[in-house]
């Protein structure tokens, strides 16, 4: 073998490892990504059934925000969303949103029923 084969050959190898390098910190990313998606989850499903488990029919805060407890440095948002579908049934779209850092890692679209006025005063 000459100098230039070698060379050459560990030129492509330091290609072939570099690639290999970045592949896998994406990846590692990624599922680290999915994983925070995975715990967010999991942590709204316990939240909203608390919320609808609740006897109190207004029992969903909106529009509200907090600290996503189980997942570290997730905040969770409630806003409502305009649907005149829902509306027509008596029923407004809350979105439920995590973020962290200012990036949404998961939302979730809830039917939540709109009390009438009369209901409300009959409830109080």
């Known amino acids: 073998m000459t100098l230039i084969e070698i060379v050459v050959g560990l030129v492509v190898l330091a290609v072939l490892v570099s690639s290999i390098t ?37 029992s969903i805060p909106v529009p509200s925000a907090g600290n996503l407890d189980g997942v570290e440095g997730c905040v969770w948002r409630t806003n409502w969303v305009s649907d005149p579908s829902a509306t027509r049934i008596g029923a407004g779209v809350v979105r ?8 949404r890692v998961l939302a979730v679209d809830v039917l939540k029923h709109l009390r009438t006025r009369a209901e409300a005063e009959v409830g109080r």
């Open 22 to 58: 970045v592949a896998r910190g994406r990846f590692m990313r990624q599922w680290s990504e999915a994983e925070r998606g995975v715990q967010a989850a999991k942590a709204v499903d316990r939240m909203l059934a608390g919320w609808i488990g609740n006897a109190d029919a207004d």
């Open 96 to 103: 439920v949103e995590v973020l962290q850092g200012g990036k």
